[in-house]
């Protein structure tokens, strides 16, 4: 639970931060680098699924209640979960047919799309998913992004690299301590 609370609280500061960082890029409105969503990508390969889902979950509701609106949790709200979802899919292939690069920049372009979908149910129209190819690149680079500096703390952190979770093993009886967070 330590972890986790550490984890969503640096989620959360960063979600914030992200939000007073004005984005250069006029030609695709509402884009942003998803600062928060390294905190998942960590999270899925260090936690239990439903420690992670959790992980998010509280992310997304705490930094709403420090700033967002309804509007903002059902846009990020159906983006994570959709993003997570298909990170999770994607990260059972196994780091030889793909990289925490590849996994985080599909996260980006599906956040993208679970945002997209949500836009086109408000504004009754599926004409908002032509602006996907836009958001769909932003994602990509954002993706790819999000994916180097977690790759980077995994390499350069000695705990996250004793965290990380191999989910092809099965778990051992060292594995199994009260104070473990990937127990799983």
């Known amino acids: 639970m330590l972890f986790i609370a550490i984890l969503c609280a640096q989620g959360v500061i960063l979600g914030l931060l992200e939000r007073l960082i004005p984005f250069p890029f006029a030609f695709a409105p509402g884009a942003k680098l998803g600062l928060a969503n390294l905190i998942t990508i960590i999270s899925l390969f260090t936690m239990r699924r439903s420690d992670s889902f959790l992980l998010m979950a509280l992310r997304l509701l705490l930094t709403t209640l420090l700033g967002g609106t309804m509007a903002t949790f059902m846009y990020s709200g159906a983006g994570a979960v959709l993003s ?21 920049a599909a996260g980006g372009i599906l956040h993208n799309v679970g945002q997209l979908l949500v836009a086109s149910l408000i504004a009754q129209s599926w004409t908002v998913m032509l602006y996907l190819p836009i958001l769909a690149f932003m994602g990509v680079l954002a993706g790819i992004a999000i994916g180097i500096a977690a790759n980077f703390l995994f ?17 051992t009886k060292e594995s199994h301590h009260a104070d473990s967070p990937h127990v799983g």
């Open 84 to 104: 997570w979802c298909g990170m999770l899919v994607i990260q059972q292939l196994g780091p030889k047919r793909v990289s925490m690069i590849g996994i985080s």
């Open 155 to 171: 390499e350069h952190i000695d705990t996250l690299s004793r965290l990380r979770f191999d989910r092809r093993r099965p778990p």
